[in-house]
T-cell receptor, first 110, second 114 residues
Framework: QKEVEQDPGPLSVPEGAIVSLNCTYS??????FMWYRQYSRKGPELLMY????GNKEDGRFTAQVDKSSKYISLFIRDSQPSDSATYLC??????????FGKGTRLHILP | DTGVSQNPRHKITKRGQNVTFRCDPI?????LYWYRQTLGQGPEFLTY????????KSRLLSDRFSAERPKGSFSTLEIQRTEQGDSAMYLC????????????FGPGTRLTVT
């Protein structure tokens, strides 16, 4: 079992819809959870991080961690065409290394 | 711009040649990381430095790969005797030791080995 699993998509939604992106992870000891956004042929950009369980909100973005089910989510409200990108979930694993999911390709249709 | 920078942005080389990439991290960050990313995959950890010390290398980093950070500032990643399987995006990131989860990435160097 991989340490972080993420559905690669693609996921296509109409502009203005709520987007839900999800990942699962294997090790209950992980405490830091991150979401990165990556536009085509660019480096990943840190969107948000969450420590332990709970929600964190930043503008139209909400990150959620459910440690009991080892499930992490990113919600995007009022989605815009500029949100079209690949979204990578990530965890801070053993030995201070970040472990990334494969990324989900998101298309927001105007 | 005070973000992470990488040079060159693109590199095309023939199999068997050596290549070297450079990364300039955010100036106040003492940790520097190298990752490799192939199409449809997330970045995979290669190695990292704290200041000038290389603290860990992934099993992915064969003996053809070497990385340095001589003065604890910029870093170089060299690949000797390149192979077609080395074609990938090579990403550099930096963080402060107190915020390991906040890694900031550069734009990457895209390597194509023909």
């Amino acid at each position: 079992q991989k340490e972080v699993e993420q559905d690669p998509g693609p996921l296509s939604v109409p502009e203005g819809a709520i987007v839900s992106l999800n990942c699962t992870y294997s090790n209950s000891a992980f405490q830091y959870f991150m979401w990165y956004r990556q536009y085509s042929r660019k480096g990943p950009e840190l969107l948000m991080y969450t420590y332990s369980s709970g929600n964190k909100e930043d503008g139209r973005f909400t990150a959620q961690v459910d440690k009991s089910s080892k499930y992490i989510s990113l919600f995007i409200r009022d989605s815009q065409p500029s949100d079209s990108a690949t979204y990578l979930c990530a965890i801070l694993g053993r030995d201070d290394k970040i472990i990334f999911g494969k990324g989900t390709r998101l298309h927001i249709l105007p | 711009d005070t973000g992470v920078s990488q040079n060159p942005r693109h590199k095309i080389t023939k199999r068997g040649q050596n290549v070297t990439f450079r990364c300039d991290p955010i100036s106040e960050h003492n940790r520097l990381y190298w990752y490799r990313q192939t199409l449809g995959q997330g970045p995979e950890f290669l190695t990292y430095f704290q200041n000038e010390a290389q603290l860990e290398k992934s099993r992915l980093l064969s003996d053809r790969f070497s990385a340095e950070r001589p003065k604890g500032s910029f870093s170089t990643l060299e690949i000797q005797r390149t192979e077609q399987g080395d074609s990938a995006m090579y990403l550099c990131a930096s963080s402060s030791a107190g915020s390991l989860y906040e890694q900031y990435f550069g734009p990457g160097t895209r390597l194509t080995v023909t």
